[in-house]
């Protein structure tokens, strides 16, 4: 499904790209399933082949889509622009999310799935995010300052949704993700974790402002 669906970004076949991998993971892979017989433990298996692939392949194919898109979208600096404000204001709230959540490690804060992530990790990186998001959005994006604030604040509660969903998925397989990529802050799973809600949110809500 990888393939195909970068493909159709290549293709810029937006209508493609959007219900194909809906289709596949509802569709073809439960019925594959079935025709080669694997139907002991089928839905934990569907579920947990459908979860990789929609935070995957569907997630992050819509960060790729944003350096595509006419360049009308964002007549500034095109969709690369689009891509770094996202990326940057993302990778920010994942590093400002782990430090208020050290700072302030209060246990009435606490979410289960995660020992550095609480309440106050997601209220400090949306105070961080917001003056970011005012400067760097005239520049890279066509919001206005108003605009990119309200794009920022959306990517700092997305990324924290997706941390924490992302969490309690390894922590029910019981996976760990230890690489060494940003010490302390585990390795590539913690870096994608952060768009598997911001990317399909950031690239709508653009389109439907600006396209």
């Known amino acids: 499904s990888l393939p195909i669906q970068f493909l159709f970004i290549l293709l810029e076949w937006r209508q493609a790209f959007t219900i194909f991998v809906p289709i596949w993971v509802f569709l073809v892979l439960p019925m594959t399933l079935v025709i080669i017989g694997e139907t002991q433990g089928f839905l934990r298996a569907w579920s947990t082949i459908g979860w990789a692939i929609i935070t995957t392949v ?3 194919g819509h960060l790729a889509y944003l350096l595509v898109l006419p360049v009308q979208t964002n007549p500034t600096v095109g969709g690369s622009g689009l891509f770094l404000f996202l990326v940057g204001l993302a990778q920010l709230n994942h590093t400002a999310q782990y430090a208020f959540g050290r700072i302030f490690p209060n246990p009435r804060l606490s979410l289960k799935v995660s020992q550095t992530r609480n309440w106050a990790s997601l209220l400090g990186s949306i105070l961080v995010t917001i003056p970011v998001a005012w400067l760097v959005a005239p520049w890279l994006t066509p919001f ?17 949704i997706g941390y924490i969903i992302l969490s309690a998925i390894k922590h029910d397989l019981q996976v760990r993700d230890r690489g060494s990529m940003t010490p302390g802050q585990g390795g590539v799973l913690n870096r994608i974790d952060t768009f598997i809600y911001t990317a399909p949110l950031f690239y709508y809500l653009t389109l439907q402002l600006y396209f």
């Open 58 to 60: 569907y997630s992050l």
């Open 144 to 160: 206005t300052r108003l605009e990119g604030i309200v794009m920022g604040v959306i990517i700092a509660v997305g990324a924290f």
